[in-house]
Nanobody, 122 residues
Framework: QVQFVESGGGLVQPGGSLRLSCSVS????????ISWFRQAPGHEREGVAC????????VHGESVKGRFLISIDKTNNTVYLQMNSLKPEDTAVYYC???????????????WGKGTLVTVSS
């Protein structure tokens, strides 16, 4: 059974930073993709960033390029999303998800975490 431990959400002022973490266990493949998605009220779920568990492949969505950085601690399969220069439009529930291959397409995900809320507001 795949289990997720997501943390790091909260309230931050515009221009501030937060770091999300997602620890994954129980996925059957040795190498797979771990992705971050977000969903704001009234909006579709959006792919933010994804990375392969061997660290060889990573990609960031256009709306966060240059501001967010995904990384992985391969010793414990924990993925981090460092979010800098946060904007009010980054406000959303952020979800961690796994798939056989890293992708930013939500339909490609096999399992989802419960999400963590990020609010960017003054």
């Amino acid at each position: 059974q795949v289990q997720f431990v997501e943390s790091g959400g909260g309230l931050v002022q515009p221009g501030g930073s937060l770091r999300l973490s997602c620890s994954v266990s129980g996925f059957t493949l040795d190498v797979y993709g771990i992705s971050w998605f977000r969903q704001a009220p009234g909006h579709e779920r959006e792919g933010v960033a994804c990375i392969s568990t061997n660290g060889a492949y990573k990609v960031h969505g256009e709306s966060v390029k240059g501001r967010f950085l995904i990384s992985i601690d391969k010793t414990n399969n924990t993925v981090y999303l460092q979010m800098n220069s946060l904007k009010p439009e980054d406000t959303a529930v952020y979800y961690c998800a796994v798939s056989a291959a890293p992708t930013l397409h939500p339909m490609g995900m096999d399992y989802w975490g419960k999400g963590t809320l990020v609010t960017v507001s003054s």
